[in-house]
């Protein structure tokens, strides 16, 4: 009685701070995405530099980190990142890295908030048409199905969008490609050479690969713009305050996934993708469809069933792992004891 009242409190606060780690993620990415699309739409701020946008975020999140790993100390650098290493694994992935969030902020000058997070449930049919293809994952024919469903419910939302623009859903479907690419690289790369990285270390290593991929594409494509026109001067309070929000984005995703799991993520995606729906619809008055709303409850209901799936394999595994432990302890036991008897019995005859 004792026992089990002094694990209920443990539950609890476990469960509340998961809640807790999810609710920050929740926040801190819903204001990221509203503040860089009030940044680069035409009819708000006016300021429809993606590129430069994301290298602002880039050099921020590079030079805070590289205060707090090498003047603060707060975190040490991990051993096995060598040049080999760095060159084969963070280089890719910071280069994918820096397309996805130049394609995505770039959608947000020609697509509404609503239906970019629409077309962002795309992101589960990617990641498994590129685990597939790169033999990380085998193909299931019912997963397959359940990946055309929701293909089918993101594009019947676009059919019913009213603001339609055939190069934002190009620029957005880009970004949802390598950003899948990336998940999917993390997984094999990072993980097959044994290196874990934290927030902190994750950004000191992504963030100046990053800033550097983007730097060519700004210098020919933004700094011309920029240097003919007074958009070159900065509101330090505006990007200052969004670059922070990036800033502690970054270290969100990374707590959320560290104390949770990146199932849980994906949860709470969903929930986010909802409110922004609704605050795009009510609050910046963007026109959301009954087909709209149609097209992504059918593509919900699928990234639903992918995440029971990948929670009925989690929990099996678990079960698997839990089952071969015991094995193995059994086992453990019974040689003990036989080598206890054959003792005793060595003993009886001398």
Known sequence: MGKGASLQPNIIKKILLSYTYVAIWIFLSFSVIVYNKYILDKKMFNWPFPI???MIHMAFCSSLAFL???VFRIVELPSSMTREVYISSVVPIGALYSLSLWFSNSAYIYLSVSFIQMLKALMPVAVYSISVGLKKEQFK???MANMLSISVGVAIAAYGEARFDSWGVALQLGAVAFEATRLVLIQILLTSKG?????ITSLYYVAPCCFLFLFVPWVLVEFPVLR????FRLDFVIFGTNSVCAFALNLAVFLLIGKTSALTMNVAGVVKDWLLIAFSWSVIKDTVTVVNLVGYGIAFLGV???NHL???AMKAKEAQKKSTQADEEAGRLLEERE???LGRKSEAQA
């Open 228 to 231: 003919q026109t007074s958009s």
């Open 68 to 70: 707090l790993v090498h």
């Open 339 to 341: 080598g206890d008897g």
């Open 52 to 54: 430069s946008l994301t």
């Open 141 to 143: 024919s019912n997963t």
């Open 195 to 199: 290196i874990t990285l934290n927030p």
């Open 304 to 306: 639903a069933y992918y």
């Open 310 to 312: 990948k929670l009925q």
